[in-house]
């Protein structure tokens, strides 16, 4: 019997949801200002109680690529009391097989800029039943890379 070693596969994009070609996505995370979302839901973790879960959405622009950033911070007790915020994890729609832990500097932004919003929902339902947008609307395919402007123009004029 020998020791199977998995390895996991390398992180790319996805064939379905092509971006940028120089793509690096820790410079992508560094470059994502989380004061300027798109979107920003809370969930409550089913069975938990005061567990939350918030999603955070922005883009930035790589290569003529408009690239959406997600980030994940998690809620652990009532937000309402002292909102015991800490890191989930930040993924790039349709940039497989990456993801790392929220860094605090952005947990500590989305609780400075969420945090009353969350405290709002929480008090109406605590529940949150089916998670409630806190800011924005959900971007849809718009989560997968695509061209910015200049992109557009170049392809457009090529």
Do not use: M
């Not at 989305?110 to 008090?123: D, I, S």
């Not at 409630?132 to 557009?152: I, Q, T």
Request: proline share 10%; aromatic share 14%.
């Amino acid at each position: 019997g020998g020791v199977v070693v998995v390895v996991p596969p390398p992180a790319g994009w996805n064939p379905a949801h092509p971006g940028p070609d120089h793509f690096n996505p820790v410079a992508a995370l560094a470059a994502a200002d989380f004061n300027h979302c798109v979107y920003v839901k809370a969930a409550r973790a089913v069975g938990q109680a005061w567990r939350y879960t918030l999603y955070a959405y922005t883009y930035i622009e790589v290569d003529d690529y408009n690239v959406c950033v997600v980030a994940h911070a998690h809620i652990a007790n009532n937000p309402a009391v002292n909102g015991d915020w800490r890191p989930g994890n930040v993924f790039i729609p349709g940039y497989d097989n990456w993801s790392v832990a929220t860094p605090g500097a952005v947990v500590t932004t989305l609780r400075n800029q969420y945090q009353a919003a969350l405290v709002g929902a929480v008090g109406v339902d605590p529940l949150l039943p089916g998670g409630v947008d806190l800011f924005g609307a959900f971007p849809g395919n718009d989560r997968y890379p695509f061209p910015s402007l200049a992109r557009a123009f170049e392809v457009l004029f090529a």
